[in-house]
């Protein structure tokens, strides 16, 4: 499969107003093929955020390179979307306006830029939400606006930080199976941040396991559940077993993190 994303050796250090250097990444390589579902889990504090940011093009490597299609990720750009945490909506506009948004900063106006976002609205199940507000949606609701619009720009990358984190648990596990069906229309190469474990396998084609910080690649997991996949695929034998590795791999690095003894 081709490359669409690699990074090489990549390091990263901040310098704290006292003067010290902190490390928190320290020669990351990995790499996502093209259409390919990559999760990434760690410890926290381990660099996941950092990662991504740099895939971003928000942050420049201290050592290394990032590339998108062989070439130095150089800054922000249209090719690549970021979908937060916690949702970045504007709460003046409408869902349909939200979602517009991302078709304005490419000048697609009118209604042409109005049939595409609706489109994109039907696709993430919002059909007939188009005149709401972000205060008068669910969580799980203002994360797949949140999604449309970063679809909305048409990203050869999707970049997800956490996006379910701040969702209960029943609306995360919806979420995840909603994702899976959108990727499976669109196929966009997808790098994707979470603390889930068992998120990151339901959704991936690979997950890689970062080490405590600085950041390493600890392990890289190639999950071989066959897709399409339903939620209740987590409670095979299969899926438990891969759970199991990847939380032998972080479990001590875990209890470290939180001062626990292993």
């Known amino acids: 499969m081709t490359a669409k994303l690699e990074l090489r050796g990549v390091s990263k250090w901040f310098e704290t107003r006292s003067g010290d250097v902190v490390e928190a990444l320290r020669g990351v390589t990995f790499d996502v093929h093209a259409g390919e579902f990559v999760s990434v889990v760690g410890a926290s ?10 895939v971003d093009g928000l942050l420049a490597p201290s050592r290394g390179e990032v590339l998108l299609d062989g ?16 949702d970045a909506l504007f709460p003046w506009r409408t869902v349909l306006d939200n979602v517009l948004f991302g078709l304005e ?7 042409e830029a ?23 949606l669910s969580g799980g609701m ?5 999604l449309a619009r970063a679809l909305a720009v048409d990203p050869e990358v999707l970049l997800m930080d956490e996006p379910f984190a701040s969702l209960d648990a029943q609306t995360r ?6 994702l899976l069906r959108i990727w499976n229309a669109r196929r966009k190469t997808v790098l994707f941040i979470t603390h889930q474990i068992d998120e990151a396998i339901y959704l991936s084609d690979r997950v890689v396991v970062l080490t405590r910080r600085p950041g390493q690649v ?10 399409p996949r339903r939620l209740d695929v987590k409670r095979t034998p299969a899926f438990g077993a891969l759970v199991d590795r990847v939380w ?9 993190s939180v001062g626990v003894p292993a």
């Open 248 to 256: 032998k791999r972080i479990e001590t690095e875990v209890r470290e």
């Open 218 to 227: 600890g392990d890289v997991l190639a999950v071989d559940l066959p897709r």
């Open 45 to 54: 504090g381990c660099g996941k955020t950092t990662l991504l940011r740099l």
């Open 142 to 146: 203002r994360q797949r606006t949140n």
């Open 71 to 86: 070439r130095p990720i150089a800054g922000p750009g249209l090719d690549r979307a970021l979908v937060f945490q916690l």
């Open 114 to 136: 109005r049939r595409a976002a609706g489109e994109l609205l039907r696709l993430v199940g919002l059909a007939g939400f188009e005149r709401a507000y972000p205060h008068e």
């Open 173 to 178: 596990e919806i979420m995840q199976a909603e």
């Open 105 to 111: 900063v490419q000048g697609r106006l009118g209604e």
